[in-house]
């Protein structure tokens, strides 16, 4: 009866809201002492009026003859966190869900793939057998249903082809513990095989597995084999660095072991190739570090004997113009040309950007009219940059005027008209109306 006074008290207490009436909070008080224990000597210390939840009032009746103990109008239930989930909590629900909707494996379809396979299969058909099945779920089966059987070893085909059947699917933990058992294996292995693995563990974003992969190819124990590195593994993994993301902070983190990798890669003996040194010359650009990329630029031809291609100048040109060196972007970019490159559109917005925002107005729109004939596309950023500046440094008149001859030339859709005018509206309100009832 004690324990049931104090449950009682402390709902009550804990679903009262401020604008109770003292005469039912004190009924209540009075109500709970009848049942209070002796060594609760701190319960009327508590305190009603600083409470913040809200829920309907208990009813209490007490008669002689019964007494009715409280029932609740509504079913308890606490208040909602307005925080956002944790990230630990988010990978908790990714992998719930994850385990959830994993297929199961299809008996019928095992069955038959058992049934193609002779008493005594070697690893060809073995291999034959699991690239012809549909389901990652009976290659993996089919795997270890062979690893049990007697007198026969897997060798890199049949790994081979059940790692990328599962690195297919995305199934990336079940594609580990099949590299695990592959790694265990001495002297087993191949180039494209690791390619393989390095490829999908980027993919999976665990870049410490596919490091150790790496790693393992270059062991000492490695060194008669014929599965060393090769430019195709530097390369996956200069793409699985580079593709981190846009923070120039993260680039430049990952752009020391890019310049490792590539380091390593020359003393090795590999020769660059055209897309090794882009990808040191994007690195440089977005860990800001312009200069050691035009330092990679001119020893191509020289040192590496690899001339730039169209990618090499749109790096550049975007980096040049990120500085605010346009001048040297402008140089690029005519160089480019006369080499029979056509400029991307990044490299066209950010110099078009770069230009109006230095106050070369005109030829900022010459570069944008260029752009529009060599059927690259402007971002709204690039027209509402130019169309700014012009506004600012000129008149509002010939904005308008800059604003209807990209409504003409069919550069601007609808709503991407009606956003550049409302900008200008916010800027220049009346000005803006004016010439519009002008018009």
């Given at each position: 009866?004690?324990?049931?006074?104090?449950?009682?008290?402390?709902?009550?207490?804990?679903?009262?809201?401020?604008?109770?009436?003292?005469?039912?909070?004190?009924?209540?008080?009075?109500?709970?002492?009848?049942?209070?224990?002796?060594?609760?000597?701190?319960?009327?210390?508590?305190?009603?009026?600083?409470?913040?939840?809200?829920?309907?009032?208990?009813?209490?009746?007490?008669?002689?003859?019964?007494?009715?103990?409280?029932?609740?109008?509504?079913?308890?239930?606490?208040?909602?966190?307005?925080?956002?989930?944790?990230?630990?909590?988010?990978?908790?629900?990714?992998?719930?869900?994850?385990?959830?909707?994993?297929?199961?494996?299809?008996?019928?379809?095992?069955?038959?793939?058992?049934?193609?396979?002779?008493?005594?299969?070697?690893?060809?058909?073995?291999?034959?057998?699991?690239?012809?099945?549909?389901?990652?779920?009976?290659?993996?089966?089919?795997?270890?249903?062979?690893?049990?059987?007697?007198?026969?070893?897997?060798?890199?085909?049949?790994?081979?082809?059940?790692?990328?059947?599962?690195?297919?699917?995305?199934?990336?933990?079940?594609?580990?513990?099949?590299?695990?058992?592959?790694?265990?294996?001495?002297?087993?292995?191949?180039?494209?095989?690791?390619?393989?693995?390095?490829?999908?563990?980027?993919?999976?974003?665990?870049?410490?597995?596919?490091?150790n992969v790496f790693k393992h190819m270059k062991s000492g124990r490695n060194l008669v084999s014929c599965y060393r590195p090769s430019i195709r593994t530097y390369n996956i993994l200069f793409a699985a660095f580079?593709?981190?993301?846009?923070?120039?902070?993260?680039?430049?983190?990952?752009?020391?072991?890019?310049?490792?990798?590539?380091?390593?890669?020359?003393?090795?003996?590999?020769?660059?190739?055209?897309?090794?040194?882009?990808?040191?010359?994007?690195?440089?650009?977005?860990?800001?570090?312009?200069?050691?990329?035009?330092?990679?630029?001119?020893?191509?031809?020289?040192?590496?004997?690899?001339?730039?291609?169209?990618?090499?100048?749109?790096c550049l040109v975007y980096g040049l113009c990120a500085q605010g060196r346009t001048n040297n972007a402008k140089e690029l970019c005519y160089e480019m040309k006369t080499k029979g490159f056509v400029p991307g559109?990044?490299?066209?917005?950010?110099?078009?950007?770069?230009?109006?925002?230095?106050?070369?107005?005109?030829?900022?729109?010459?570069?944008?009219?260029?752009?529009?004939?060599?059927?690259?596309?402007?971002?709204?950023?690039?027209?509402?940059?130019?169309?700014?500046?012009?506004?600012?440094?000129?008149?509002?008149?010939?904005?308008?005027?800059?604003?209807?001859?990209?409504?003409?030339?069919?550069?601007?859709?609808?709503?991407?008209?009606?956003?550049?005018?409302?900008?200008?509206?916010?800027?220049?309100?009346?000005?803006?109306?004016?010439?519009?009832?002008?018009?």
């Open positions: 009866m004690f324990s049931f006074s104090r449950n009682c008290f402390k709902y009550c207490t804990s679903f009262f809201r401020r604008n109770v009436p003292n005469e039912t909070i004190l009924s209540t008080l009075s109500f709970c002492h009848k049942f209070q224990d002796s060594n609760e000597k701190n319960l009327h210390k508590i305190c009603f009026s600083n409470h913040t939840h809200k829920f309907d009032c208990f009813l209490f009746q007490t008669n002689t003859s019964y007494t009715q103990f409280p029932v609740p109008f509504a079913p308890f239930s606490s208040p909602y966190s307005t925080k956002a989930p944790s990230r630990s909590y988010r990978r908790r629900a990714r992998n719930r869900l994850l385990k959830s909707s994993k297929p199961t494996l299809d008996q019928a379809q095992f069955q038959l793939a058992l049934s193609q396979l002779p008493p005594r299969f070697t690893t060809e058909e073995l291999c034959c057998v699991i690239a012809q099945q549909d389901h990652p779920l009976v290659c993996l089966e089919l795997f270890h249903w062979a690893s049990q059987q007697p007198r026969f070893q897997h060798d890199v085909s049949t790994f081979h082809v059940t790692i990328k059947n599962l690195g297919a699917a995305k199934m990336f933990q079940e594609m580990d513990d099949i590299v695990n058992q592959l790694l265990a294996v001495p002297l087993i292995g191949s180039e494209a095989l690791f390619n393989t693995v390095i490829y999908y563990f980027t993919q999976a974003r665990k870049l410490t597995r596919a490091v580079l593709g981190r993301g846009s923070n120039s902070y993260i680039n430049h983190v990952y752009m020391e072991t890019i310049r490792c990798l590539f380091r390593q890669m020359v003393n090795d003996g590999i020769k660059p190739d055209i897309f090794s040194l882009n990808s040191m010359i994007k690195g440089y650009v977005l860990s800001l570090h312009v200069n050691d990329a035009l330092r990679i630029f001119h020893q191509m031809g020289v040192v590496y004997d690899c001339q730039p291609n169209a990618l090499t100048y749109d559109s990044k490299s066209y917005n950010s110099l078009v950007n770069s230009l109006a925002l230095g106050g070369e107005i005109e030829e900022a729109v010459n570069y944008l009219w260029e752009m529009t004939d060599k059927q690259r596309s402007a971002d709204f950023i690039t027209y509402r940059t130019v169309l700014d500046e012009i506004c600012r440094r000129g008149t509002i008149q010939e904005g308008m005027s800059f604003l209807q001859e990209l409504q003409e030339k069919d550069l601007v859709d609808g709503h991407a008209y009606r956003k550049l005018l409302y900008v200008l509206e916010d800027d220049y309100g009346d000005s803006v109306s004016r010439n519009m009832g002008i018009q």
